[in-house]
Structures are given as C-alpha cells and as structure tokens.
C-alpha cells in the first residue's frame, strides 16, 4: 500500500492588492471673500452706514436661520453688501435699487445682505 499523502497546504489567500495609494489632491478651494461673513462686526456694536453716515446697530445672523426680511424690520439694522462689503443701512440700500424687494448696494450694485455670525 502506498503512503497517499495529501498535502494539504494551508491556503494562503493572495494579499488582495491594496488600492492604490495615491495622494489624493484635490485642488484647494478658491478662498471667496465673504464679506457678510468676514465683516468684524460685532453683534449690538454700532456702525455708521457708508452712504448717509447713519448710525445702525449690528445684528448678526446665525447663518442657519437666515430670514431677511424688508418689511421695515431693517429699520437702523446695518447690511453688507455681498460683493464689496461696504456696510449700508436699509434705506440706502432700497435707494440704490429700482426693486423695493431687493436692496442693493449703492457702490457696486452688488446684493445686500445681514451680515452673519460664523
Ligand atoms: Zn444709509
Ligand atoms: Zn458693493
């Protein structure tokens, strides 16, 4: 009688090939400037409006709950302009704009916003 052997080898599993490694670089963001955001403004300080050098109050918003309203809630509340940041009060912002909806900003036509608390 013949020795039947089996060899049984322990299997090795093959490593699965690691997914290439490679670094991954995306291309960073394109820092925007923010101005409703990078203001330095602070929340009750007072600012005189760039146009007519009224005195408004700060009101930052918390940017989840961003409710603009331009129903006169505005009144003395100061606003930035989105694209050049200059800081305008409602009424002169309303001014610069043929839509009493949508304020403006009186230097670039640019959107005006709350400025907002990060
Ligand atoms: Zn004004
Ligand atoms: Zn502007």
């Known amino acids: 009688m013949g020795l039947f052997r089996l060899f049984r080898g322990k299997r090795h599993q093959p ?7 490679a670094p991954v670089s995306r291309p960073a963001p394109r820092k925007r400037r923010e101005p409703w955001l990078d203001h330095g403004l ?14 408004l109050r700060v009101a930052l918003q918390s940017p989840s709950s961003v409710t603009v309203s331009h129903d006169g ?15 305008l009060c409602a009424t002169c912002a309303l001014a610069a704009s043929d839509n009493p909806y949508l304020p403006r900003c009186d230097g670039c036509r640019g959107n005006v916003t709350l400025p907002m608390s990060r």
């Open 73 to 87: 809630a505005l009144d003395g509340i100061v606003l930035v302009c989105a694209d050049c940041g200059r800081l």
């Open 42 to 55: 602070h929340h009750g300080a007072h600012v005189p409006c760039a146009r007519c050098d009224r005195r």
């Open 15 to 21: 490593p699965s090939p690691a997914p290439p490694a």
